[in-house]
Structure formats: structure tokens, C-alpha cells
């Protein structure tokens, strides 16, 4: 049904969608590119398409083996990720070893590297010189 719509609402209801991951903090222009690969002809029915498929079970097996995490680990989270709440980044926390910390980035929503860069590069800048000391 939707996969139907006409190109206009079409593409009004994508960038609606993308827009309600981020609120208002990316410039028209991005907006724009991220909704580009959905609009034409086999874009469109791949956007419904994907929709539908999002399912849980797909990520159960990498949940399962967060446990086996060797590595030193940071989790970055949007305050304000209205698609992925940053409850669940503490949720992540308790699963991996060390109780890595959370650094909520504030004021950022599910794109955080496409709406404020220079906050997720100083958190990865500073979470990388405390590795350096470690």
C-alpha cells in the first residue's frame, strides 16, 4: 500500500521519518541526502521493505555474545534518541565486561555523528587520551 503512495507524499513521509530521529538539528540539506537513496523508483518500495523486516531476532546473537567483549569499551548514546532510548544503552552497559561507561551525548538524537560531530569527536578524542594513560 504505502509502497504505492505518489512521489510527493512519498517523500514528504521519508524525511518525516528520518526527521523524527533527530528532531531539528540537521540542516535541510542533510535531511535531503539521507532521504535521496529512498526516493527514486527501487528506493521506495526498499524503504517499506525494510520497515517491515526490522525484527529483535535479528540482533539476538550478537546480544547473546556481548559477554565475550575483550576490548576496552565506551558506549556513546543520544539523550534524545527517540528511536533507541538511552535506557537501553545502560541495558548494554550491564551486558558487556567492565561495565563500560555511558557518555550521553546531550541534546542528540539516533544520528548523533550527523547532528553534533564536534560532540561525539571530543568524546571519542577524550576516550582515547584516558586510553593513552591507561
Known amino acids: 500500500m504505502f509502497a ?5 507524499l512519498h517523500a514528504a513521509l521519508v524525511k518525516e521519518y528520518i526527521a523524527g530521529a533527530i528532531g531539528d538539528r540537521l540542516p535541510p540539506s542533510a535531511l535531503d ?3 535521496a537513496p529512498w526516493l527514486d523508483a527501487d528506493g521506495q518500495p526498499a524503504f517499506y521493505r525494510q520497515i517491515a523486516a526490522l525484527d529483535p531476532a535479528d540482533t539476538r546473537p ?3 555474545r556481548l559477554h565475550a567483549v575483550r576490548c576496552r569499551t565506551r558506549i556513546g548514546w ?3 534518541d527517540p528511536w533507541l532510548p538511552v535506557a537501553q544503552a545502560y541495558e548494554l552497559q ?3 565486561p ?3 561507561s555511558v557518555v550521553e551525548l546531550e541534546g542528540v538524537g539516533h544520528l548523533a555523528p550527523l ?3 564536534a560532540s561525539v569527536s571530543s568524546a571519542v578524542l577524550t576516550w582515547l587520551a ?3 594513560q591507561a
Not at 504505492?4 to 510527493?8: E, F, K, N, T
Open 4 to 8: 504505492q503512495l505518489p512521489p510527493a
Open 33 to 35: 541526502a539521507l532521504a
Open 62 to 64: 550478537l546480544v547473546t
Open 78 to 80: 543520544g539523550s534524545r
Open 94 to 96: 550491564a551486558a558487556v
Open 98 to 100: 567492565g561495565r563500560p
Open 115 to 117: 547532528e553534533d560531530p
Open 130 to 132: 584516558e586510553q593513552e
